[in-house]
């Protein structure tokens, strides 16, 4: 199985590569690796890396299984159930974490798929959303309070906050501000 969005894309022979990786490895559920951002043109910004992750690593700190690079074993997919749709933004991250707490996951080093970036993207139209529902499941699973995820997530916040604040940028701080609480707000 692999869940691929709208948007992104896998490369030529990425299909052979996962299915290769999983016969090579048969306790491995889910098979992945890193991936591109690219633009509206298929033009590459950043190659991404991710890591061998456990269940523990997805909950604690971020989802270190990218969904376009993402191949599960079906019975693994079937022992646990499909998607929970109480989490629309993050339901592909919540299944990684049900499939890792059961079955090994097996990162590679290479490349399988790209994600792209656009203005008007779901994920960034509904960030808030996207962190309230991250932290939401990832505490249903047993992340502490304070954990990286959420200390990484208001470190970032805090530091570009304060130096807006430093270099006297009054006004997109209070723009920025004011998006944060409306994001918030939203359902």
Known sequence: ???????????PGAVTKAVDALKRNKDAAIVYCNFL?????????????????????????????PSQTAFLRREAVESVGTFNEGYLHVSDWDLFIRISKLFPILYVDDHWGA????????????????????????????????SPLFLNYWHGKIVRAAGMLLNGQFAVFNSKLRDFVAGLARR
């Not at 199985?1 to 490369?11: E, N």
């Not at 509206?40 to 604690?60: C, G, N, P, T």
């Open 1 to 11: 199985v692999s869940i691929l969005c709208a948007d992104d894309y896998l490369f």
């Open 37 to 65: 951002w690219v633009d509206e043109y298929s033009v590459e910004i950043d190659r991404m890396h991710s890591k061998q992750a456990s269940f523990r690593d997805l909950v604690d700190e971020h989802n270190w299984v």
């Open 115 to 146: 994600a792209r970036v656009r203005k008007g993207q779901i994920s960034e139209v509904h960030k808030y959303a996207f962190w309230r529902q991250s932290r939401r499941m990832t505490r249903g699973h047993g992340a502490p309070f304070f």
